[in-house]
Nanobody, 128 residues
Framework: VQLQASGGGSAQPGGSLRLSCVVS????????IGWFRQVPGKEREGVSC????????YHANLAKGRFTISSDRAKNTVYLQTNGLKPEDTAVYYC??????????????????????WGQGTLVTVSS
């Protein structure tokens, strides 16, 4: 499986961006897909994740109410709609695939170490 993330760019505070993660080599029902982000000097953190088996979603507190993860199985693509962007959302955003497709616990669902295959990142910069 390979993942290709895109859609990053510059946005003003309060703005929106839609990130896309195109998955190739496997269908979305065989993997869970997550969005993660990393700022230089800080650990990578989970943002939003979607289960391959049942479509269940998880949003970290940083994303709740502002970001939405969704999937289009016909396009084998997972999206992260980011609204109400803040300067602290500036980071490189990565998508990743995990083999576990169902039965996620809340604590593990968007855990960095639960995901096995990583795409390249896409940079999101939020500034005025």
């Amino acid at each position: 499986v390979q993942l290709q993330a895109s859609g990053g760019g510059s946005a003003q505070p309060g703005g929106s961006l839609r990130l896309s993660c195109v998955v190739s080599g496997a269908t979305l029902d065989t993997y869970s897909i997550g969005w993660f982000r990393q700022v230089p000097g800080k650990e990578r953190e989970g943002v939003s994740c979607i289960s391959g088996g049942d479509g269940r979603t998880y949003h970290a507190n940083l994303a709740k109410g502002r970001f939405t993860i969704s999937s289009d199985r016909a396009k084998n693509t997972v999206y992260l709609q980011t609204n109400g962007l803040k300067p602290e959302d500036t980071a490189v955003y990565y998508c990743a695939a995990g083999l576990k497709t169902t039965g996620w616990s809340t604590s593990a669902f968007c855990g960095v170490y639960e995901y096995d295959v990583w795409g390249q990142g896409t940079l999101v910069t939020v500034s005025s």
